[in-house]
């Protein structure tokens, strides 16, 4: 089944442990991108990354890291996270030419 | 940069009644449009989007959205809606590079019995 992994789907931590969200998809697509969604707000881009190696910064992107190192993978790291980095995270995914993205489950993330 | 405005953050509604979620775009190139769908704890799922061509795209369980340049909208209807209806919608707009995607807040439809 074509599809995005996200793990976890629930994490809460505490203020300054490093954590990192894996997202893997199966589809060969070369676009992934991470969106964090936050009530009132919709989604707002982090990070994408339009191939292996290839990433640029969304709109929100301070806090965060990325990386592409292989196609299939493109984790989202959080060096130090704060209470306000507390959100739903999605992952999500796209092929060369085709327009929509499909997305992960999401991740609940709680930073205490 | 391109921006997405959605006009209701709430949109209560009665099981076969007809609805309309209103989306309003500003952007300075040509773009991009799509509806996705979110249901209780799922990401999002893509409704239905326009590319070029035909201004009303539809979708394959009755809603349909119809691209409106002058007035810069792409408005989600449906004439008849069901419980199963009930769900967030977002309204996403990206340039031709497709990279930028953004998105509205949301509306979040209720259909009551």
């Known amino acids: 089944e074509a599809q995005v992994t996200q793990n976890p789907r629930y994490l809460i931590t505490v203020t300054g442990k490093k954590l990192t969200v894996t997202c893997s998809q199966n589809m060969n697509h070369e676009y992934m991108s991470w969106y964090r969604q936050d009530p009132g707000l919709g989604l707002r881009q982090i990070y994408y990354s339009m191939n292996v190696e290839v990433t640029d910064k969304g709109d929100v992107p301070e806090g965060y890291k990325v990386s592409r190192k292989e196609k299939r993978n493109f984790p989202l790291i959080l060096e130090s996270p704060s209470p306000n980095q507390t959100s739903l995270y999605f992952c999500a995914s796209r092929g060369q030419g085709l327009y929509g993205y499909t997305f992960g489950s999401g991740t609940r993330l709680t930073v205490v | 940069a391109q921006s997405v405005t959605q006009l209701d953050s709430q949109v209560p509604v009665f099981e076969e009644a007809p609805v309309e979620l209103r989306c309003n775009y500003s952007s300075s190139v040509s773009v991009y449009l799509f509806w996705y769908v979110q249901y209780p704890n799922q990401g999002l799922q893509l409704l239905l989007k326009?590319?070029?061509?035909?201004?009303l795209v539809e979708s394959i369980n009755g809603f349909e959205a119809e691209f409106n340049k002058s007035q810069t909208s792409f408005h989600l209807r449906k004439p008849s809606v069901h419980i199963s209806d009930t769900a967030e919608y977002f309204c996403?707009?990206?340039?031709?590079?497709?990279?930028?995607?953004?998105f509205g807040a949301g509306t979040r439809l209720t259909v009551k019995p």
């Open positions: 996403a707009v990206s340039g031709t590079n497709n990279n930028d995607m953004r």
């Open positions: 326009y590319l070029s061509g035909s201004t």
